[in-house]
């Protein structure tokens, strides 16, 4: 079955650093690959997606590229804020159901 | 346009009760689910229905049951509760198939079993 790997947080950050969350995925076919955010106490919300190869998803400044020959779908944001403190979930559609990640924690302190 | 809603918002229960957690779309999605989310763990798929009278088991069903008897509504039901059922708990809705659409998440219930 599909599966997505992310890297473990927390990722802790000063506020303006750049960001980088990786995540890789495994899955059949053509999948549409996903970024959801959840701010504490919140359900998720989506952030970007990308729907086929060589797309980029961006939403709030922060930018993911569908690498297909890397399986990847990695999450960047040039400059955050202390606001962007949430955890991360990438995700990969398997036409019926979204299969998630594990989440990335991310701090951004002042 | 309310999206997803879910009640109750925090419940405790003891072990062996019974509770039905509700779930309410108002945006015509057919494509429904409930999650299951762990301190530190992503969300492990529990059931989810692709329209009325249709469900389908996910990652996780054991100790659950689902129904969808209408296109807005789909509840959870927890028969035994035991303290393994300690979680927070999301449903979701989605328009219908294929690989671009998004999926609209509720926010929430937090269910402790003492």
């Known amino acids: 079955g599909d599966s997505v790997t992310q890297m473990e947080g927390p990722v802790t950050l000063s506020e303006e650093a750049f960001l980088t969350i990786n995540c890789t995925y495994t899955a059949t076919g053509y999948p549409s690959l996903f970024w959801y955010v959840q701010y504490p106490g919140e359900g998720l919300q989506l952030l970007l997606k990308a729907t086929k190869a060589d797309d980029k998803g961006s939403n709030k400044g922060f930018e993911a590229t569908y690498r297909k020959e890397t399986t990847s779908f990695h999450l960047e944001k040039g400059s955050v804020q202390v606001s962007d403190s949430a955890v991360y979930f990438c995700?990969?559609?398997?036409?019926?159901?979204?299969?998630f990640g594990k989440g990335t924690m991310l701090l951004v302190s002042p | 346009n309310a999206g997803v809603t879910q009640t109750p918002k925090f419940r405790i229960l003891k072990i062996g009760q019974s509770m039905t957690l509700q779930c309410t779309q108002d945006m015509n999605h057919n494509y429904m689910y409930w999650y299951r989310q762990d301190p530190g763990m992503g969300l492990k798929l529990i059931y989810y229905s692709v329209g009325a009278g249709i469900t389908d088991k996910g990652e996780v069903p054991n100790g659950y049951n689902v129904s969808r008897s209408t296109t807005e509504d789909f509840p959870l039901r927890l028969e035994l509760a035991a303290p393994s059922q300690t979680s927070v708990y999301f449903c979701?809705?989605?328009?219908?198939?294929?690989?671009?659409?998004?999926?609209?998440f509720g926010p929430g219930t937090r269910l402790l079993v003492l």
């Open positions: 995700a990969v559609d398997g036409y019926s159901t979204l299969t």
């Open positions: 979701a809705s989605r328009r219908g198939e294929g690989y671009q659409e998004t999926q609209y």
